[in-house]
T-cell receptor, first 114, second 109 residues
Framework: KAGVTQTPRYLIKTRGQQVTLSCSPI?????VSWYQQTPGQGLQFLFE???????NKGNFPGRFSGRQFSNSRSEMNVSTLELGDSALYLC?????????????FGQGTRLTVV | AQRVTQPEKLLSVFKGAPVELKCNYS??????LFWYVQYSRQRLQLLLR??SRESIKGFTADLNKGETSFHLKKPFAQEEDSAMYYC???????????FGQGTTLQVKP
């Protein structure tokens, strides 16, 4: 079966712009989480959606937002981009949110802010 | 605060040598612990999880609640084990994972 798909793979944006990243989870998976990966901070949790509802949010400013659609696809939006937002953004999907559920990761979207 | 600490950024061993990647956590409760691995040019994937008590690719990890540790071990390292390893914990019934900073394992021939 197809894995988690993230589009686009690469993005270059200018400071002050906004960007939308997309994630298509594995078919049947209802939980989608987003992570930011940087060399300095490592992998940091952004937020998690389950059945179109945000269930968890990490410690990121309100410029970072997301949503999930009825087909479980998710989008993440970053407004007023800053240079520090340059990172690899990973999406992960899970079959459920049961204890110790395995997360399946996409290949990520590499965002560069110039 | 919930935290995962991997003290080594890089661990370099020779093929056939034992490997231990350290992971310590702080969490008030009963976390579930995982090891995820990222091979070169591949996506992050689950290696093993505490609840399964399984051995994957020769790796094992034992949860030590007294020392709040979940170290990853393999008795004989192989070159194909070279990768980035992340220890992670999750809480309750959500999909949120808290990751350590990761350890790069380099297995030399």
């Amino acid at each position: 079966k197809a894995g988690v798909t993230q589009t686009p793979r690469y993005l270059i944006k200018t400071r002050g712009q906004q960007v939308t990243l997309s994630c298509s989870p594995i078919s049947g998976h209802r939980s989608v989480s987003w992570y930011q990966q940087t060399p300095g901070q490592g992998l940091q949790f952004l937020f998690e959606y389950f059945s179109e509802t945000q269930r968890n949010k990490g410690n990121f400013p309100g410029r970072f937002s997301g949503r999930q659609f009825s087909n479980s696809r998710s989008e993440m939006n970053v407004s007023t981009l800053e240079l520090g937002d340059s990172a690899l953004y990973l999406c992960a999907s899970s079959l459920s949110t049961g204890y110790a559920t395995e997360a399946f990761f996409g290949q990520g979207t590499r965002l560069t802010v110039v | 605060a919930q935290r995962v600490t991997q003290p080594e950024k890089l661990l370099s061993v020779f093929k056939g040598a034992p490997v231990e990647l350290k992971c310590n956590y702080s969490y008030s409760g009963s976390p579930e612990l995982f090891w995820y691995v990222q091979y070169s040019r591949q996506r992050l994937q689950l290696l093993l999880r505490h609840i399964s008590r399984e051995s994957i690719k020769g790796f094992t990890a034992d949860l030590n609640k007294g020392e709040t540790s979940f170290h990853l071990k393999k008795p004989f390292a192989q070159e194909e084990d070279s990768a980035m390893y992340y220890c992670a914990l999750s809480n309750s019934n959500t999909g949120k994972l808290i990751f350590g900073q990761g350890t790069t394992l380099q297995v030399k021939p």
